[in-house]
């Protein structure tokens, strides 16, 4: 069978937007849709994140896309739509289009494909990506398994869907990466039940996250993690509502000044075997980088007269 020739960028860019004025037409009685009125669910009823595909990878996929390929690919392209503030859906989607070469049937780089559905850079697109999972899992409510005389089975929790926003998603990506998108769910559900809060702001995650030593410096048990988490979101929520509270002054300035170097202290838990490491890669460039870490400390001394 002969290979077709490959189309010219600006022939795929033609297919494209009349492939997408014929949707438009087909969906609206003969009237171009606008994307409001598709991401409403005016038009058409939304998807939601469990009616997409798996994502099937397929590094070496070529040609036209498979009658499957090009059900999933439409899917994506509806979520791209119609989920622009649901991150995490279109992420996903995401994520089935890269993985499955699914934009070679309109696009001749993936970086272009992102670039046209999302708006944002690929760095930007992989961190929606990674941070998607966790999202999803906390858009469900959790279960509980009951164990019975015949089966496990299980039963919503009672709590809630929670919707989390792709920067706090990020905040929480040491928790994922080291014990994985359920134990990051269950550490952001920790701290908006210690903070009383609906939404808890990545601001406020960094800080707690940031203190949570990474797996290979301390492997945590899922219990002693959770347990961990709430220490430190009770401690962060006490600082934050002392920190709003507190009349300003010259004492409030200099205390800010001290909790940002016990922050930074808080977070040098690792810094022995961070240099230990580095040392053995690059002897040179990590006594440099310990010479300029101590100017920085010293000039912190030197700025208070009577220490």
């Known amino acids: 069978m002969s290979k077709s020739k490959p189309l010219s960028p600006e022939e795929l860019k033609r297919k494209r937007e009349e492939r997408r004025r ?14 409001e009125d598709v991401a409403q669910g005016r038009a ?16 070496d996929a070529q040609g036209p896309l498979t009658a499957a390929e090009q059900d999933s690919w439409e899917l994506c392209k509806r979520s791209f739509v119609q989920y622009k503030e649901a991150w995490f859906v279109a ?12 934009w070679r049937a309109e696009y001749e780089t993936a970086e272009g494909f992102i670039r046209d ?8 697109a992989y961190r929606q990506i990674a941070g998607a999972k966790v999202a999803a899992l906390l858009a469900e409510p959790p279960q509980l398994e009951l164990e019975s005389n015949d089966l496990s089975r299980t039963r919503d929790s009672g709590a809630g869907p929670v ?7 990020e905040s929480l990506a040491r928790i994922r990466e080291d014990y994985g998108p359920e134990s990051a769910a269950d550490a952001y559900r920790t701290v908006a039940e210690v903070t009383g809060r609906e939404t808890v702001s990545g601001k406020t995650l960094t800080a707690i996250v ?21 220490e430190l979101a ?6 934050e509502a002392a920190a709003t509270t507190r009349p300003a002054g010259p004492v409030a300035a200099f205390e800010a000044y001290v909790k940002r170097a016990e922050a930074f202290a808080r977070s040098t838990a690792g810094l022995a075997d961070a240099y230990t490491a580095a040392v053995a ?18 000039a912190v001394v030197d700025n208070l007269p009577d220490a």
């Open 210 to 230: 940031r203190q949570v030593p990474r797996r290979a410096v301390e492997d945590l048990e899922a219990g002693q993690l959770l347990e961990r988490i709430r």
């Open 91 to 102: 992420a996903t989607a995401l994520d089935i289009a890269l993985r499955g070469r699914l």
């Open 281 to 298: 890669a690059d002897p040179a460039e990590s006594k440099r980088l310990a010479v300029r870490l101590r100017d920085h400390l010293t």
């Open 163 to 169: 919707i989390i926003s792709q920067r706090a998603a």
């Open 234 to 239: 009770v401690r962060q929520a006490a600082e």
């Open 117 to 124: 559905v999302a708006d944002m850079s690929t760095s930007n």
């Open 22 to 35: 014929r949707e438009q037409e087909a969906d609206g009685g003969g009237v171009v849709l606008r994307e």
């Open 44 to 59: 058409q009823p939304m998807l939601r994140w469990d009616q997409l595909p798996a994502a099937v990878d397929a590094p």
